[in-house]
């Protein structure tokens, strides 16, 4: 059966002039046409005149297991409350308007099995991609978070690990990192030939790789090795982001989750100095990044659907209202693989919508004044009386 739903304003993620006033027809999950005039046998249909229509938000970073706060601690807590934290994270995400969302890394692989029970229709949730369990060296940046792996055959070995449980990317701590107590953002955790080994293993599988990394030598191995996307950046040179977008790899930044930690009181003590220590220099590396074209998508790294506060970064570092909301929709799809089925509202595609009131075009926190949201044709929240 076919939905049909009247716009008032329709951002496409893809054009910078929204539509107005057209009508969206919805079948079998998908986007089955957009046309100006009502279509025929639309006798009943979803008024969203008052509203403007999006295309379902895509969280490149997350941690849905993982709160702000002290990570150590976290990773101690039984497997059995991390997992049913994560089901009621995943809620409130997607009602946040995120309905794809790589998951950065997890704990003992729980977000394998929350992409399990959400494809199941168990739980409601993204559209998970899942990383499995991150890599680090032995003492690196999260490893009470496991897999340490030194060494050539150790990485080949991690990495093939993850696969063969069902990663759909690897993810790889290649700095230090601020929640990590005596670690160096600007320190390589890994030798140049461990990097190499890392991205050739898993591109010889078919997988793309994210590398945690914030800046100095192992940030100009990755490159160089030709890894998928750096994670956050913070301490990114011009130079580096220049070979990054004559290269085309990724930016994936991580704002929000800085004053996050700052703000939360089980932050411990060295995480929140490193964090106020990093919000005085994000917005350079974000200019820089922007002037040097770097691709850029966003993740919110346990700050959980608080996708606003990251495109405000970008806006006020140079991105036009436009370019943000195309970073957190077509480019992270384009990123992600999936340019093909959703991050657009285009026909063929998945129909996964977020209805809001007000004009993000002015105001970027309208997108947090969320309507309704659609994943594949389902609505699966509702605020507004019918
Ligand atoms: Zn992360």
């Not at 295309?55 to 709160?67: A, K, N, Y």
């Not at 494809?119 to 998970?128: D, F, K, T, V």
């Not at 990317?169 to 290649?174: D, F, S």
């Not at 570092?317 to 959703?342: D, N, P, V």
């Amino acid at each position: 059966m076919s939905q049909n739903i009247l716009c008032g304003t329709l951002i496409d993620g893809e054009n910078e002039e929204p539509f107005k006033g057209v009508w969206l027809t919805i079948s079998d999950g998908l986007i089955k046409s957009i046309s100006d005039s009502k279509p025929v046998g639309s006798e009943e249909f979803l008024d969203l005149s008052r509203f403007t229509i999006l295309p379902g938000f895509i969280d490149c970073h997350d941690h849905v297991c993982l709160d702000p706060g002290d990570e150590f601690a976290q990773a101690q807590e039984p497997l059995g409350w991390l997992a049913v934290r994560g089901a009621a994270r995943v809620r409130t995400i997607i009602e946040a308007g995120v309905t794809t969302l790589r998951n950065a890394g997890e704990h003992e692989r729980l977000d394998l099995s929350l992409k399990r029970a959400i494809e199941a229709g168990m739980i409601p949730g993204p559209r998970l991609l899942t990383a499995g369990i991150w890599i680090c060296r032995t003492g690196g940046h999260g490893w009470y978070d496991e897999i340490e792996a030194d060494g050539p055959w150790e990485i080949r070995k991690a990495i093939r690990e993850e696969v063969k449980h069902g990663a759909d990317w690897i993810k790889i701590m290649v700095t230090g990192g601020i929640s990590t107590p005596n670690s160096d953002a600007n320190m390589s955790d890994f030798t140049r030939e461990e990097i190499f080994v890392a991205v050739d293993e898993a591109h010889r599988l078919g997988k793309k790789i994210s590398a945690h990394a914030h800046g100095g030598p192992g940030v100009d191995s990755l490159i160089e090795a030709g890894v998928d996307s750096i994670e956050h950046g913070f301490y990114l040179t011009q130079s580096q982001l220049h070979e990054m977008a004559k290269k085309g790899i990724y930016l994936c930044s991580t704002y929000g989750i800085i004053a996050a930690i700052i703000d939360e009181p089980s932050s411990p003590d060295f995480s929140r100095e490193g964090c106020i220590k990093v919000a005085k220099i994000i917005h350079q590396m974000l200019i820089k990044a922007i002037q040097e074209n770097v691709p850029i998508v966003v993740g919110t790294d346990g700050n959980h659907g608080k996708m606003a506060v990251e495109l405000e970064a970008l806006i006020k570092s140079g991105y036009s209202h436009s370019q943000a909301i195309k970073a957190l929709t077509s480019q992270a799809a384009r990123f992600l693989g999936l340019e093909s089925q959703t991050g657009s509202i285009k026909k063929g595609f998945k129909a996964d919508l977020v209805i809001i009131d007000g004009d993000p075009l002015s105001d970027i926190y309208a997108i947090e004044n969320i309507k309704l949201v659609m994943k594949d044709g389902n609505i699966i929240f509702r605020n507004f009386p019918i």
